[in-house]
C-alpha cells in the first residue's frame, strides 16, 4: 500500500512539473514565434504525452490492476528519454540563442561607441535605452520561458527516474 502511494506520489510530481511546464509554455506567446514551429510541436508533444500517460498508469495503480513491470518500464523510461532531450535541446537552444544575442549587443555596443562621437549625449542615451527595453522584451519574452521550460523537463525527467528505481527496487 505505501509502495503504490509513493509511486502515484512521484507521478503527481512529475506531472506536476509537466503541467508547470505547459504553463509556462502557454503564457510564452508561442504565436509569436511562428518560425520555430518544429520546436513548439516537440515541446507540445513532450508536455500531452507526459500528461496522459502517466495518469494512464497512475489509474492502474489505483484500480490495483498490475501492469507488467517491463510496460511500466517502458513507459517510464521513454518519458525520462522525452523530458530529457526536449530539456537539453531547449537548453542548449536557448544558450545558443543568448550567447548570439550578447555577442551581437557586445559588437553593437562598441559600433555605438565609435560613432557616438557625433552625436549628443541626450540621443545616444535614448538610443541606447530604446536597445536595452527592446532586447529585455526579446530575453524576457522567449528565451528566459523556454530556459526555463527546459530545466523543467529536466527535473522532471530526474523525477521519472526516481520512479524507475523505485519500481525495480520494489519488484
Not at 72 to 89: K, S
Not at 120 to 145: P, T, W
Request: hydrophobic share 45%; proline share 1%.
Amino acid at each position: 500500500m505505501v509502495q503504490r502511494i509513493i509511486e502515484i506520489v512521484l507521478q503527481l510530481t512529475s506531472i506536476g512539473l509537466v503541467i508547470a511546464a505547459a504553463g509556462l509554455w502557454a503564457g510564452a506567446g508561442v504565436d509569436a514565434r511562428p518560425r520555430h514551429r518544429d520546436e513548439q510541436t516537440f515541446v507540445g508533444g513532450t508536455i500531452w504525452s507526459q500528461i496522459i500517460i502517466p495518469i494512464g498508469l497512475m489509474i492502474s495503480k489505483i484500480v490495483e490492476e498490475e501492469i507488467d513491470i517491463y510496460v511500466q518500464g517502458y513507459y517510464v523510461l521513454t518519458g525520462i528519454l522525452l523530458l530529457w532531450l526536449t530539456g537539453g535541446f531547449l537548453i542548449a537552444h536557448e544558450l545558443k540563442c543568448f550567447g548570439e544575442w550578447s555577442r551581437h549587443d557586445s559588437l553593437t555596443e562598441g559600433n555605438l561607441s565609435r560613432s557616438s562621437r557625433h552625436l549628443s549625449r541626450s540621443s545616444r542615451n535614448l538610443s541606447h535605452s530604446a536597445r536595452v527595453i527592446s532586447s529585455h522584451i526579446l530575453i524576457e519574452q522567449f528565451d528566459r520561458v523556454y530556459y526555463a521550460i527546459g530545466i523543467i523537463f529536466v527535473v522532471a525527467g530526474a523525477v521519472k527516474l526516481c520512479e524507475i528505481i523505485f519500481a525495480i527496487i520494489r519488484s
